[in-house]
């Protein structure tokens, strides 16, 4: 009987893969290869008809479909072509419909002192830095409140929803706690309430009223502008200067649980009164 004198480990003779300590081995990939696979898709783009799909219009094959046809818009020009990259700022459109790829995202936020309204950056602080870890999504303000105001503000990504409040018809009623330097005399209380005109422009509330158990200093005042500019053109033109400007309430939404400088997410209940105004 003939003895087996192949060393452990040591391959056949035409054995191209070979063996290694006992282990199969292949070879290695080119640096080309390896610098291929390490090289990291760009997170701020990605395909068109992934984009459509995320936004839940339809499935990606569908997606392909639509754009082949002339469906989608990207910056205002007709894209057919496929695999075309978009950014996640860029204005895409389904059908002239803007969408957008992004979870819909609801953040009620409770503003301290000190913060400024604006995505911008170089403001100091500002709103954005208190909802910075509330979610993924690239939400923004609804409306303006002043550095020095306090109260809610809504933010979100949902156009719909953004809609509502800046339609110039409709709008969604803002409720503000208001208190100023000095008493508010009956005849401006009934100018306010009835509605006058500043420099040629008619300006008009949605309700004026006292504080229960507060001075004539302090009222609430409801409307529906998205920003407070008009609040402080009223009581400039009358001769008042505002202490403090608190937004106690949007729509249905209240303070309630919400800690100044804290925020939360819409319930799905709360959710649903927005969309139904």
Known sequence: MKRNTAKSGQGKPGDKKGKRDGKSFKKHPSRKQSAAKKTAANPNEMRLNKYIANSGICSRR???????????????KVITEMGHKVKLDDEVRFDGQRINPEKKAYVLLNKPKGFATTTS????????DLVANATPSRIKPIGRLGRNSTGLILFTNDDQIVKKFTNSKNGVERLFHIELDKNLRADDFKKIKEGFKIEGKQINVEEISHIDGATKKEIGLKIKNTGNSIIRNIFDHLNYDIIR???????HLTKKDIPRGHWKHLTTQELNGLMML
């Open 245 to 251: 400007l608190d937004c106690v309430m949007i729509a």
């Open 121 to 128: 950056e170089g403001k100091g602080r500002t709103v954005m």
């Open 62 to 76: 569908d997606a392909d479909m639509h754009i082949s046809i002339g469906s989608v818009t990207v910056n205002g």
